[in-house]
């Protein structure tokens, strides 16, 4: 069974940072591009960062220099190192894996918050 499980969302201020992460099981990463995407409320989903099987990387403008994705094959994870976050942020983040034509995998979402 494949699963997608993304964690580290939280409460923070400001101008402050988070890292998310997403644990992949059930499939071999390694083949496969990575997302991050987020859904704010009354909002439709939309792109943050992704990351290619090679390792091509491609962020929204809105985060561009302020959030860095990254993934461990080894590991079966990946990750979404976010800094300077303003309230704008908020948002449920979803992780994303693409395995091939037709092999879009989600996880549950994991929510920050950011408000002082």
């Known amino acids: 069974q494949v699963r997608l499980v993304e964690s580290g969302g939280t409460l923070v201020e400001p101008g402050g940072s988070l890292r998310l992460s997403c644990a992949v099981s059930g499939i071999t990463l390694s083949a496969s591009a990575m997302g991050w995407y987020r859904q704010a409320p009354g909002k439709q989903r939309e792109l943050v960062a992704t990351?290619?099987?090679?390792?091509?990387?491609n962020y929204a403008d809105s985060v561009k220099g302020r959030f860095t994705i990254s993934r461990d094959n080894a590991k079966n994870r990946g990750d979404l190192e976010m800094n300077n976050l303003n309230p704008e942020d908020t948002a449920v983040y979803y992780c994303?894996?693409?395995?091939?034509?037709?092999?879009?995998?989600w996880g549950q979402g994991t929510q920050v918050t950011v408000s002082s």
């Open positions: 994303n894996v693409n395995a091939g034509p037709g092999i879009d995998l």
């Open positions: 990351i290619s099987a090679e390792r091509k990387i």
